[in-house]
C-alpha cells in the first residue's frame, strides 16, 4: 500500500494544490473542446448518410473486393486466441474426453511445442500409457522435465515416480525424492502422502517416522481422502504420532464421510467398540452397511455375523444369511463356512446340502482346515454330494496338515485311521496321490528370488 500511495502522489494524481477558480476555468475549457467535437463529428455523419444508402457489399462490389462475412470478420479477430497455448490445451482436452486420442496427441503437441505445461504432462501421460501413440517411457520423462520445471506440481510427482522405478530414466532414488520434495512443497496432496511413507520405507528410517507423520498431516488437512485414512492409521497405531483413539476415530470419520471404504469399515468398529469415540452400536451397523454396500466383504460378514449372533441387535437370521452369502461370493473364506453351515441346517434358508457341499468346498479349495474336513466327511458320507472315498481321505488329509488345535487333530487323525483300515494298499495309494494333487492344485507357491 505504501508504494501504491508514493506513486499516486508522485503523479499529481493523489493530491491537489489548484484554487477552485482555476479548476472551473479548465472545466469549462473542457466543454468548448467538446461542443466543437460533437459539431464537427455531426457535420461528417450527415455527409456519410446523404443519397441512397450503400452496403458493405456495394461498396466491397464497386471496389472489385470480395465482401467480408461478419463471421470471418469475428474469426480473425480472434485468430491470435485459437492459436494461444490455452486454446490448442483446450482443444486437446475435448479430444481426450471424447476418447480420440491421436487427436488429442496432435492438440497436445501443438500447445506443448509452445510451452503448456499442462499440455506437456497430459502428452507424457499418453505417451507413458501408449493412448494416441506408441508407449515411450523416455519421451514421457522428457515432457514431465518440460512441465515440472514450470512448476507443474502433478508432472513433478510423476517424474520423482519415474526415478523412483527406473522408467524411462536410471532409477535414483535421490532424484525421485527431489521430485517428490518440490510437489509436496507445492502442496500436492498426493506427493505429500506418497514421500510420508516413502521416509517410512527408507533404509535404516523408523516406522514412526515423525517427518512422515507431519507430510501426512498436511495432506489429510488438504481433504485428501487417503491421507486423512492414514493419519487415522497412525493415531490408531501411536506411529510418528502419539497414539490418540479420539484423534484416530475423528481422522477415520472424515474419511468416511467421503466414502473410503476401509475408514468406514474401522470407524464402525470403533463405534461398536466405544473406542475413541460414544459407544453407539447402530450407527456402527450404519457404517458398516455403507462399506457393504459398496461391496467391502468385511463389512458385509461383520453385518451377517452381528445379526447371526443376536447379542447387539435382534437376531436375523435372513439377514444374516444375506450378508453373508454376499460375503461369501466375493471369496470370504469365514463367510464361506457360514453358508455352508447355514445352509446344512436351514438357518435363514432352505435346507440345501448340495449347496452346503458347494460352500464347503470353495472354502477347502482356500486351505481353510474346517471345510476341508467337512468336505472329506461330506465325500465319504455321501451327503449332498456323491459318495467318494478316495476323495474323502485326501481331503481330510489336506485338513489334517493345516489344522491346528490338538482336538481337531486327534479327530482328523482318528477318521484316516477309519479310512485307512477299508482300503487295500492301491486305494491307499491312490488317496495319497490325490492329497498330492490338492497340495499342488491348491496350496499357495512361493517364488525364489535370488
Not at 68 to 83: A, F, K, P, T
Request: charged residues 25%.
Amino acid at each position: 500500500m505504501v508504494g501504491y500511495q508514493e506513486r499516486m502522489r508522485g503523479s499529481g494524481r493523489g493530491t491537489s494544490n489548484h484554487r477552485p477558480d482555476e479548476i472551473l476555468g479548465n472545466a469549462m475549457r473542457c466543454l468548448g473542446c467538446l461542443f466543437f467535437f460533437l459539431l464537427i463529428f455531426g457535420s461528417h455523419v450527415a455527409k456519410a448518410t446523404e443519397g441512397p444508402a450503400r452496403g458493405i457489399r456495394d461498396v466491397a462490389a464497386s471496389s472489385g473486393e470480395r465482401p467480408v462475412e461478419r463471421s470471418s470478420v469475428r474469426q480473425d479477430s480472434h485468430s491470435g486466441l485459437q492459436e494461444s497455448p490455452r486454446w490448442l490445451f483446450s482443444q486437446g482436452e475435448e479430444a481426450f474426453g471424447l476418447e480420440e486420442y491421436e487427436t488429442a496427441v496432435r492438440w497436445f503437441t501443438k500447445a506443448s511445442a509452445r510451452g503448456h505445461a499442462g499440455a506437456q504432462f497430459l502428452l507424457g501421460k499418453m505417451h507413458l500409457a501408449g493412448q494416441g501413440v506408441e508407449m515411450d517411457e523416455g519421451m514421457a520423462a522428457e515432457l514431465f522435465v518440460q512441465a515440472a520445471t514450470s512448476g507443474h506440481l502433478d508432472a513433478q510427482f510423476e517424474l520423482g515416480n519415474l526415478h523412483y522405478w527406473g522408467r524411462g530414466v536410471p532409477e535414483d532414488d535421490a532424484e525421485a525424492v527431489k521430485w517428490f520434495l518440490r510437489s509436496a512443497e507445492g502442496g500436492n496432496p498426493v506427493a505429500q502422502l506418497f514421500l510420508s511413507r516413502l521416509l517410512n520405507l527408507a533404509p535404516g528410517a523408523p516406522r514412526d517416522s515423525i517427518e512422515g507423520a507431519d507430510w501426512v498431516r498436511e495432506a489429510a488437512k488438504s481433504g485428501y481422502v487417503e491421507a486423512q485414512f492414514d493419519l487415522a492409521i497412525r493415531f490408531d497405531q501411536g506411529e510418528g504420532v502419539m497414539l490418540s483413539k479420539p484423534h484416530a476415530a475423528m481422522w477415520y470419520h472424515r474419511a468416511a464421510k467421503q466414502g473410503h471404504i476401509r475408514a468406514q469399515f474401522n470407524f464402525g468398529w470403533m463405534l461398536r467398540e466405544g473406542e475413541g469415540v460414544a459407544k453407539d452400536i447402530p450407527e456402527a451397523l450404519e457404517w458398516w452397511r455403507k462399506g457393504a454396500e459398496q461391496g467391502d466383504m468385511r463389512a458385509q460378514y461383520n453385518l451377517g455375523g452381528t445379526y447371526h449372533g443376536g447379542t447387539l441387535v435382534k437376531k436375523n437370521l435372513r439377514e444374516a444369511a444375506k450378508w453373508f452369502r454376499m460375503a461369501a461370493e466375493q471369496g470370504e473364506t469365514d463367510a464361506q463356512v457360514k453358508m455352508a453351515v447355514m445352509c446344512s441346517r436351514g438357518e435363514g434358508v432352505e435346507k440345501d446340502l448340495e449347496a452346503s457341499v458347494r460352500w464347503w468346498r470353495m472354502a477347502a479349495e482356500q486351505q481353510n482346515p474346517v471345510a476341508a474336513f467337512k468336505l472329506g466327511l461330506a465325500l465319504w458320507e455321501g451327503e449332498g454330494v456323491g459318495k467318494s472315498a478316495i476323495e474323502a481321505h485326501a481331503w481330510i488329509q489336506f485338513a489334517v496338515a493345516r489344522g491346528e488345535e490338538e482336538e481337531f487333530l486327534a479327530r482328523g487323525a482318528d477318521w484316516l485311521k477309519t479310512m485307512d483300515a477299508t482300503f487295500t494298499s492301491s486305494e491307499r495309494e491312490e488317496a495319497e496321490e490325490k492329497y498330492y494333487e490338492f497340495e499342488e492344485m491348491f496350496a499357495p507357491t512361493h517364488e525364489c528370488s535370488q
